[in-house]
Every structure is written in C-alpha cells, then in structure tokens.
C-alpha cells in the first residue's frame, strides 16, 4: 500500500546554506498499517520464538550467568554497526583490566554500552518507567569515556545532526532541527505509555526504534541507544523476563538492508516491509539465542559431570566452574575474589581444571595469569562475525 511519508520537510539554514530536514509525525501511523496474512504469520512466529527464549531463562538455575554473557553479545554486534574494532574476546580482556587486542578506546565503547543496558534494566527493576529521562540516563553511561564525553552526555543535542554525507546539504538523511525535538519526543513518550492509544508490545518496539532513530535527539551514540530501547522495551512490557535478546546480530548480518528499510519508511511510509524486517530479525535472533542457552546448558552439564571425578576437591572446581560461567575470562586473583577461595586452593583448582580440559591458561606468565573456559567462549563466539573494520560513515 502506498501512504504518503510519515512526515514534513522543513527547510533550515545554517552557516549560509538551506537545506531539508524531516520532521516524523507522532505515532501510531496514519493510515494504519495494513496487515497482510504474511506480515501476521510473520510476527506471530517471533512472539514464538520470544516465549521459548523467556522460558529458557525461567528455567535457568541462576539466569545471571548467561546475561553476563548475552549484554555483551548484543554491546559487541551493535558497537561494531557503528565501526568499532572490539570483539566479544577484546571486552572480556578488557573488563579484567587486560590489554585488548584493538584500540582500547573501542573496548571502553562497548564496555559502556554493556553498562547503559544494565543501567537501564535495573532501574526499571527498581520501579522506573521506561521514559525519555530514561533514555537520557542510559546515554549519560553510554558517553562515559574519553570519545564521548564531548557529545553532551545525557543531554539532548541542541544543534542540527545529519546521517552521511560531509554537511547537512549532502547528506543521506537529515533528522529534525533542535527547535523541533521537544514536540517530537513528547510524542515518542506519549507513544511509549500507550497513548494515543493501546498498541501491541512487540508492534510498539517496531516502531518506536524506527521513531527514535529518525528523531535523533543526541549527537551521538543514537544508534546503540535505539538498538538497546528495542529489548528494553520487551523486557519493560513484560515479553521478556530477562534482556537475552541480541537483535543487533541480525542486523548486523543484514546492515546496508537495515538502513534501508529505516529509509524506505521515512521516503516512502513504508512501514510494512520495515515490519517484515524486524520482525524477521526477532524470531531469528530468539532462535539463535535459545539454541545458543541450550548449548551453554549442556556444556555446563558435561563439564560438572566430569568435576565429580575429582573427589574431595569437586566442591573447590564446582565453586570456580560456576564463576566461569559468569566470567569466562578472568584472573586467578579475580577467581579467588569472587569464590572466597585461598589462591593456594585456586590454583591447584584451576590445575585440575586444565588436566580436564576445561580451561586454558592464555598469558603464560607466572603472575597475574589469566584463564578462558575454552568451550564456553567458544559457544558464545560461534555466531559473532569478525568486525568489518569499516565505519559506517554515518554521525550516529
């Protein structure tokens, strides 16, 4: 169905030069979207695949020791949307205070983005709505390190951003001015609490990320925001019990047919195919990280079954192997720290547990060593693509 652009251009002046900036029209689209069988069918079978990974972590013995794991996943895939060079291997490194093996400014990117998501899921733990100050909190933790603490932190921009291009006048797409963003993000807030009217909880997601990134109201790290609200908002509506969703895999996978779709929406009004997509990316992203949990749940098993050969020193190994799990890559000293054991016991525990197989020492030196549960990580890493290297060349 053809609809007109969800929309106005207004014309801005800066330093000289006009140009058009879009302006989105408050939420729900008008006219409604247009529910094809397909599209319906399609959405369905992500609300599937979201009920079995919430019944994955609601049968988990301790969920925390995958969330551990699963937020860093989705802080990896999204910061490397962006361009940053960090891997899942470079933040573990980097949070045990080790040398990664890139530029340490794009470990202590994705670091800040694993903490905006916690940020956020805890305070919404704690009774606080899902809101724009909200958002604004979770930019402040996200910004909280050297290359972005000079893009106003927590604060909505007050200048003209673009998406590509070297100047407004050039660019892929031009979000609204500064002198529009109050009116249009107090209708993204009245949308986000169900107002105008009631709207599905997996349907709001969908287009509210799209809302938010034609909006753009922060100089920069909009796009890891965005991408953070979509499983924020699940977990908020009650979708999901815990944040184990990482859709940025899928688009990630798919990012030149991501930007598309966003554009084809703001060109065109075509919500329907943006739909499609991110409903798509989902029940994908759903599935992979339900088989990704019961792979995690197996190894975990075997792993246990084979410290129960070690007789009186199985407590100390189950103690270290729980930690593991937690942090799968970590110092001795961290180990000891988190377990209550003396270093003398962790280290003869950790002993046992390179004879069996299950870690592996990965510094060689004497001091300060620093230990990976080899398979686990393995597990984790399976799905992730190598960053591209590439930037984006987007100012997001």
Not at 339 to 348: C, S, W
Not at 355 to 367: A, D, G, H, K, S
Request: net charge positive; with cysteine.
């Amino acid at each position: 169905m053809q609809r007109p652009p969800p929309g106005r251009t207004v014309t801005v002046s800066t330093q000289g030069e006009a140009f058009s900036a879009f302006v989105p029209a408050p939420l729900p689209p008008v006219p409604p979207i247009a529910w094809s069988a397909d599209l319906r069918r399609r959405f369905d079978d992500a609300l599937v695949a979201l009920g079995r990974l919430d019944a994955v972590s609601s049968m988990l013995p301790n969920a925390a020791l995958l969330l551990y794991s699963f937020v860093r996943k989705e802080a990896v895939l999204s910061s490397q949307i962006e361009g940053t060079q960090s891997s899942l291997a470079d933040l573990l490194l980097f949070e045990i205070d080790e040398q990664p093996g890139v530029p340490l400014e794009d470990a202590q990117e994705v670091s800040r983005c694993v903490a905006a998501m916690t940020h956020g899921v805890d305070r919404l733990r704690g009774g606080f709505p899902l809101s724009l100050r909200l958002l604004r909190e979770m930019h402040g933790v996200l910004l909280d390190h050297p290359r972005g603490r000079d893009k106003t932190p927590g604060e909505f921009r007050r200048s003209q951003v673009w998406l590509g291009g070297t100047r407004p006048g050039n660019a892929v797409f031009v979000p609204p001015p500064a002198a529009e963003l109050r009116d249009c993000l107090g209708a993204f807030e009245r949308f986000l609490h169900d107002d105008p009217e009631p709207t599905s909880p997996l349907l709001r997601a969908a287009l509210a990320h799209v809302q938010f990134e034609t909006i753009h109201p922060f100089l920069d790290g909009n796009g890891r925001i965005g991408r953070l609200l979509i499983v924020l908002q699940l977990v908020a509506d009650g979708l999901l019990r815990e944040p184990l969703l990482y859709p940025s895999l899928f688009f990630k996978a798919h990012r030149a047919l991501y930007y598309e779709r966003l554009n084809d929406v703001r060109a065109q009004g075509d919500w329907e195919r943006w739909l499609d997509f991110f409903a798509e990316a989902v029940q994908v992203s759903a599935t992979q990280a339900v088989h990704t949990a019961q792979a995690l749940l197996a190894l975990v098993a075997k792993d246990r079954g084979k410290l129960a050969s070690l007789g009186r020193a199985s407590p100390s190994a189950w103690a270290l192997h729980e930690a593991l799990q937690r942090q799968p890559v970590a110092s001795a000293a961290a180990l000891g720290q988190r377990t209550g054991l003396t270093p003398a016991t962790v280290n003869k525990t950790l002993a046992h547990l390179e004879r069996l197989n299950i870690v592996t020492e990965v510094t060689e030196r004497r001091r300060g060593r620093i230990f990976s549960y080899r398979d686990y990580v393995a597990l984790l890493n399976a799905e992730l693509p190598q960053a591209s290297g590439a930037p984006s060349g987007r100012r997001r």
